[in-house]
């Protein structure tokens, strides 16, 4: 399992423990010091996530930023951080 913390501009902070088979995420786990309405959010996307490759990262976030709001960071924040976690199944993506 790979993780990564990150400070976000303004202060706040996101951390993502991933866990990846084969570009596949097995576990994925989000958390930080920011604020997510519905409160559920991040759990929704963390379940949504589990079994998807890494491609699809950014289409589901899309999803949920559509029906949600966080406080302090941006999707795109999660979004750079989890991709950031697995670079080489981005550049096995853009090989293909």
């Keep these: 399992m790979r993780s990564a913390y990150r400070?976000?501009?303004?202060?706040?902070?996101?951390r993502v423990e991933l866990e990846v088979e084969e570009?596949?995420?097995?576990?994925?786990?989000?958390?930080?010091d920011f604020f997510a309405y519905p409160e559920t959010v991040i759990e929704?996307?963390?379940e949504a996530l589990r079994g998807k490759s890494i491609s699809d990262v950014g289409k589901i976030?899309?999803?949920?930023r559509r029906r949600s709001q966080l406080v302090g960071v941006d999707w795109g924040d999660i979004l750079d951080i989890i991709l950031s976690l697995y670079p080489e199944c981005l550049d096995m993506i853009k090989d293909k």
Aim: aromatic share 4%; charged share 30%; proline share 0%.
């Design 61 to 64: 976030i899309d999803s949920f």
């Design 7 to 14: 400070k976000i501009r303004g202060g706040k902070s996101i």
């Design 44 to 46: 929704e996307l963390e």
């Design 23 to 32: 570009c596949c995420i097995r576990e994925i786990i989000i958390s930080g």
